[in-house]
């Protein structure tokens, strides 16, 4: 259990926090925070949120998953290897690690996201805490063969998942959803890209399809910020040239295929829920530094990580820059609805 004493604002003092709160649910503030920074926040802002959130997870209480400090530590050689400028060195340091890609879901995709999160700001600390988080909470949602197999059931989601209805589903964990979820008779309610080759394009599509059909879902949010983390491992480790490519045959193939499940089983979980409903004339914002900006404001933690996802993908080639633009501002849009 984390003790009372007060906390420096300092973002490596937030980091080194214990990442969940009291009943295993993530502790959100260091992704929020490093998000907060890249967005070019104000520092009057980010201290404020930070003072918020600190007092909110004090109250609830912060705890390590069992054995998360050992992996921090065990993960320290690879996390600056993963950083290396030299390209076979990283690649090396990817062997090392890359058993952790089955359970890449685990904690509804937290390990993964503040994993892209160390990657991207090149910070080998959170490289390692994103690996440890990761080993930690693990969650392998389909074993052997049966991953990812099934008919062919179209380029988009459709048709009711064979699930429980919404009314019981609702208030579980995201864990438990994806859980009951992988479960299914159906595999190609899993698959809903059908037999098409697995590229990132192509996942990126499915994961943006599901942000904009239910914005206010965690389920739905964590697939983009998931396949963000993703992308961001790619880029490191293999490059990030061609998102057109197939990536069953390439280093992360694993990691891929791991993604794929579980983007396909966020798909099956919502199709149990509506769509949502946005009012009409929602105010369009005219540009991403606009939209980035809004996000901050709105003082929901989701916001700013999605849109600073979004941005990131488009500024790696994985969606277009209209696309991001369009999910983003659904995600604003459904704040500001249950906000009023």
């Given at each position: 259990m984390c003790s009372t004493r007060v906390v420096s604002l300092d973002l490596e003092a937030i980091e080194e926090l214990p990442p969940e709160l009291t009943g295993a649910l993530t502790f959100h503030l260091p992704l929020e925070l490093a998000a907060l920074e890249l967005a070019g926040a104000?520092?009057?802002?980010?201290?404020?949120?930070?003072?918020?959130?600190?007092?909110?997870?004090?109250?609830?209480?912060?705890?390590?998953?069992?054995?998360?400090?050992?992996?921090?530590?065990?993960?320290?050689?690879?996390?600056?290897?993963?950083?290396?400028?030299?390209?076979?060195?990283?690649?090396?340091?990817?062997?090392?690690?890359?058993?952790?890609?089955?359970?890449?879901?685990?904690?509804?995709?937290?390990?993964?996201?503040?994993?892209?999160?160390?990657?991207?700001?090149?910070?080998?600390?959170?490289?390692?805490?994103?690996?440890?988080?990761?080993?930690?909470?693990?969650?392998?949602?389909?074993?052997?063969?049966?991953?990812?197999?099934?008919?062919?059931?179209?380029?988009?989601?459709?048709?009711?998942?064979?699930l429980p209805g919404a009314d019981e589903l609702d208030g579980l964990t995201v864990f438990d959803l994806m859980n009951i979820a992988a479960g299914c008779e159906d595999r190609a309610a899993l698959r809903p890209w059908g037999q098409q080759p697995l590229t990132v394009h192509r996942l990126a599509a499915a994961a943006l399809s599901l942000a904009a059909r239910n914005p206010s879902s965690f389920v739905a949010v964590h697939t983009v910020t998931g396949l963000h983390g993703l992308s961001e491992l790619h880029r490191c480790v293999d490059g990030l040239d061609d998102v057109h490519a197939p990536v069953s045959n390439g280093p992360l193939a694993c990691w891929w295929d791991a993604y794929a499940t579980a983007l396909g089983t966020a798909h099956a979980v919502l199709a149990s829920f509506p769509r949502e409903g946005l009012p009409a004339g929602t105010a369009r914002l005219d540009s991403s530094e606009r939209m980035l900006a809004a996000a901050v404001a709105s003082g929901e933690t989701h916001d700013v990580k999605l849109v600073l996802a979004l941005q990131r993908l488009a500024s790696l080639g994985v969606v277009s820059v209209e696309d991001a633009m369009r999910v983003g501002m659904v995600k604003l849009a459904a704040t500001e609805c249950r906000a009023h």
């Open positions: 104000d520092p009057a802002v980010i201290a404020a949120r930070t003072r918020r959130r600190l007092a909110e997870a004090y109250a609830e209480g912060l705890v390590d998953p069992p054995l998360y400090r050992w992996a921090v530590d065990h993960y320290r050689s690879a996390a600056e290897g993963l950083l290396h400028d030299d390209p076979q060195v990283r690649r090396a340091a990817f062997g090392a690690v890359r058993p952790l890609g089955d359970g890449l879901a685990g904690a509804a995709f937290h390990g993964l996201i503040r994993l892209g999160y160390g990657l991207w700001r090149r910070r080998a600390p959170e490289v390692a805490r994103g690996l440890a988080y990761l080993r930690c909470r693990r969650q392998v949602l389909v074993a052997g063969d049966d991953r990812g197999q099934g008919d062919a059931v179209g380029d988009q989601p459709g048709g009711p998942a064979p």
